[in-house]
């Protein structure tokens, strides 16, 4: 008989939550009770909410993200890496009935310190999709993986989404732009630009200047930037890995950008979806709690 269980994303800003029979899932439910969210609740009143009629002592729940972080439920302890795969779901923590958090990772070296919280679970899984040697992780902060068949050997992250929003919405950049429109055109143009002159110090202004005195177009100032950060992050990062096909996991729409980035700096790609490869990798987990 297959089993059942409950796997949980649980982030800073919501919590998404499916219900497993083996292999099928049999329910899905969304909550914007983020760690960070909790609006006085407890972690334990809110997982019986979102869980409510799924569960009995029975029915693990397996969760990954920022609920095992210093803001969370409880620390789940990062494994440092080099780490191998199986590692990860060989290391859980408990917080109460059959209720396990998933650990992060960490590199601490002189040249590079890195955590992450939620990716592992999308690796876990997008290793089983798309075998690769590098990962690219798009997302608020975008994570370059370094991985063998065993073993996740070194990663780094880069904040390009973040840096996009703060630019946009709190500097000059963005101030007293109009609703932003979606083109293609301006997203290429600044693509360009910032694989070819990944200093992107120098530059930033420069999209300021160019919408005051008409080069680019007040509406497409977002798509432009989003096109430069992309560009420099790819062509800072990509030469430092060897060549070889790089596997994208995220939704669609970012998917695409950072495809379209990495062909043009002459690298083969593989699409991942991110949901798919993050409910493959915590039901990877899931069965071997519940078996």
């Given amino acids: 008989m297959t089993s059942r269980y409950i796997a949980i994303d649980w982030g800073s800003t919501n919590l998404r939550a499916w219900l497993y029979q083996g292999d099928e899932c049999l329910e899905h439910r969304h909550s914007e009770a983020g760690v960070t969210r ?59 009935d059959n209720i396990w958090i998933i650990p992060g990772l960490s590199v601490a070296r002189d040249d590079n310190h890195n955590v ?4 592992e679970t999308q690796l876990l899984g997008a290793r089983e999709i798309a075998s690769s040697s590098l990962y690219v992780m798009p997302g608020t902060h975008c994570k370059w993986v370094q991985t063998d068949h065993q073993q996740i050997l070194d990663f780094h992250t880069v904040m390009t989404g973040e840096l996009h929003h703060l630019l946009l919405r709190h500097s000059l950049i963005g101030a007293g732009l109009p609703e932003q429109m979606v083109s293609a055109t301006a997203f290429t143009t600044g693509l360009e630009r910032g694989l070819a002159s990944p200093s992107l110090l120098p530059q930033l202004f420069e999209v300021r200047a160019a919408h005051v005195l008409g080069a680019l177009p007040r509406e497409q100032v977002s798509e432009f930037l989003s096109g430069l950060l992309i560009g420099a992050e790819v062509a800072c990062m990509g030469n430092r890995f060897a060549d070889g096909q790089i596997a994208i996991v995220a939704g669609h729409s970012l998917s695409v950008r950072y495809q ?32």
């Fill in 116 to 119: 992450m919280r939620g990716e």
């Fill in 260 to 291: 379209q980035a990495l062909q043009a700096a002459g690298r083969n790609t593989v699409l991942v979806d991110g949901d798919t490869a993050f409910q493959a990798g915590i039901r990877s987990i899931a069965h071997a709690v519940a078996n």
């Fill in 38 to 96: 909790l609006n006085g609740k407890s972690p334990q009143a809110v997982l019986a909410e979102v869980t409510q009629g799924w569960r009995d002592s029975a029915t693990p729940v397996v969760m990954a993200g920022m609920v095992g972080s210093n803001v969370g439920w409880k620390i789940a302890p990062y494994l440092p890496v080099p780490a191998h795969f199986s590692a990860i779901g060989e290391q859980l923590t408990s917080v109460g």
